[in-house]
């Protein structure tokens, strides 16, 4: 018998559709895997360098609870050149294990009980679960194939956004690689200002567009005060497993997070602070250079698809694109793509509303086996 | 990028990319990636299309070799002219003009250890214009035009499927 009773809560948050294909993907030998959602590439061995260095200084201490000072410096430098947002360094940016610490540490910060939060879907899936544990509720607001999932005010107000206290967003988007522009952002703005609702805003791929430049919602007028921005070095700097990311806040928020963020883990790990601080300074050459390969990708994967008339947006960003399933039930394609083909590819109602009829296809693989890959699809379909 | 520029760092990285996939990587059309290659090559920009080989790993490896040349120049003789007549050696894989305490850096590749001796006793050294030869046999290439020569335990220890 079972001494140990799990809470409510853990109980409220289903099993995840991702580990379902992940042990699916397991049994089956010389898959080739379409369905990762971190980069094929290491981490630029000079940001690894500084970590081993750092190690040989002796520097296994924690550091500060908000993160390394000049850690903090360089990312407030880093974040003003590229997204053109401001933020001190002292009292509006905390450094986290991953961006996933942050997002988790955000919901608990800002969210009572019976606070709704909406969360723009498809997207990644930590954003509901994080709700429910905070003990919010979750609303779901699927954005749409015709819009190029991109959220739109319509949406919002369609599934009743307007009640809600928070609005979580992602762009660029996993899992559809969607991306929005100022333009784009600025109906998001109004709607948030208008109803009042704080805006938590995923910005990991800001680095990995195509094209545009990444403008974070932050930068519009009225947000800066209302938004908590997650950005982190896993999918940029290709750092996943060292775990490093960061939010971006006014003061009050980010203390309010530090309050819980000093419990839970005190400090982020100080050996990824010391790769990061290295990949800010030397790092720049590294994130072009993956991005142009990421971009070659992207085309390769778009115009095969193309070929063989599966519909697909043009994705501009992050290292995913979202083809309708060439099936209408895209979880049975996927089982059968990887029975048949081994091909790993994951069904689109995995990541939330919205997501039904499609594929999320990863292209964070090198170019030879993705060419193999769309090969296989290609037999599969005939 | 350009088309051109695309397509020239792509073939740097894969001269065996397909005009198809070239076209697909750089969003060209077919026919537009043909004639970019057309002109590099007509332009001389591409010189030809090579593997990149771990001699090692093969059952003949041959010998090579940097040899460095000092030389001295005069009025009828620069070093363009030097250059041409050590290009010509089939031996003579590489020639680069360097700054610092020798003028050319030759690579040169043989079967054997005395067949690169006495090709750069007999035929490089005896060159008027060659004041001095230093020549420093290859013992080991770790790494070649971008390419790593380890044992590629560079495995993908990613999760198959991840969020
Ligand atoms: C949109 C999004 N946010 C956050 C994360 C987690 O990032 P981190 O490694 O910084 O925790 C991921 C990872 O897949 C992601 O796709």
Not at chain 1, 10 to 26: K, W
Not at chain 1, 280 to 306: C, I, K, N, P, W
Not at chain 2, 70 to 81: A, H, K, Q
Request: net charge negative.
């Amino acid at each position: 018998m079972a001494h140990v009773r799990p809470s409510e809560r853990t109980q409220r948050v289903p099993p995840s559709g991702i580990r379902r294909f992940f042990e699916l993907a397991e049994e089956i030998d010389d898959v080739i895997s379409l369905g990762v959602g971190e980069p094929d590439f290491t981490a630029p061995w000079s940001a690894r360098e500084a970590a081993i260095d750092s190690l040989e200084r002796g520097k296994t201490s924690y550091t500060a609870n908000r993160g390394m000072k000049e850690l903090r410096n360089a990312i407030a430098a880093n974040v003003a050149e590229r997204y053109d947002l401001d933020y001190d360094p002292d009292e509006e940016i905390i450094v986290t294990a991953g961006a996933s610490e942050a997002i988790d540490v955000a919901f608990r910060a800002l969210v009572d009980p019976g606070d709704r939060v909406a969360v723009a879907q498809p997207s990644y899936i930590s954003y509901v679960p994080g709700v429910i544990f905070a003990g919010g509720d979750p609303l779901r607001v699927p954005t749409r194939e015709a819009d190029d999932f991109k959220l739109t005010p319509e949406v919002l107000d369609e599934h009743g956004a307007d009640e809600a206290d928070a609005l979580v967003l992602c762009y660029p988007n996993n899992p559809t690689g969607a991306i929005m522009t100022r333009e784009e952002l600025a109906p998001i703005a109004a709607f948030a200002r208008e109803h009042d609702l704080t805006v938590l805003s995923d910005e990991i791929y800001a680095e990995l567009t195509y094209g545009r430049e990444h403008t974070s919602i932050a930068t519009l007028p009225g947000m800066r005060e209302r938004t908590v921005v997650f950005n982190g070095f896993s999918k940029a700097y290709a750092m996943t497993g060292l775990r490093l990311g960061y939010a971006l806040a006014p003061p009050e928020t980010i203390s309010a997070m530090n309050r819980i963020h000093q419990y839970s883990l005190l400090s982020a790990p100080t050996t990824a602070q010391y790769a990061a601080l290295d990949a800010l300074e030397h790092g720049e050459g590294a994130v072009a250079e993956m991005r142009t390969q990421y971009d070659r990708r992207r085309r390769f994967v778009l115009s095969r698809f193309g070929e063989m008339g599966i519909e697909c947006f043009e994705a501009e960003g992050a290292f995913y694109v979202f083809p309708e399933s060439p099936w209408p039930d895209a979880e049975a394609f996927a089982e059968a793509l990887l029975d048949e083909q081994r091909v790993a590819v994951v069904p689109g109602d995995v990541f939330g509303a919205g997501g039904e009829g499609h594929l999320r296809v990863s292209y964070a693989t090198g170019l030879d086996d993705l060419r193999e890959a769309m090969d296989r699809i290609e037999a599969f379909l005939e | 990028m350009s088309v051109r520029d695309e397509v020239l760092s792509l073939l740097c990285e894969n001269a065996r990319h397909s005009i198809a996939d070239l076209a697909r990587l750089t969003d060209a059309d077919e026919s537009e990636v043909e004639e970019t290659i057309e002109e590099l090559e007509a332009e001389g920009v591409i010189r030809g299309y090579g593997a990149v080989v771990d001699w090692r790993r093969t059952d003949d490896e041959p010998v090579r070799a940097l040899v460095e040349c000092n030389v001295t120049l005069d009025r009828e003789t620069g070093y363009d002219d030097i250059a041409d007549r050590l290009a010509k050696f089939p031996e003579v894989e590489s020639l680069r003009l360097v700054s610092g305490d020798y003028d050319f850096s030759m690579g040169v590749r043989a079967d054997s250890m005395g067949e690169v001796s006495r090709f750069v006793a007999e035929k490089v050294a005896p060159v008027p214009e060659i004041t001095q030869t230093v020549t420093h046999y290859l013992m080991a290439t770790y790494k070649e035009q971008g390419i790593e020569f380890d044992d590629g335990h560079d495995d993908d220890d990613r999760l198959s499927v991840s969020p």
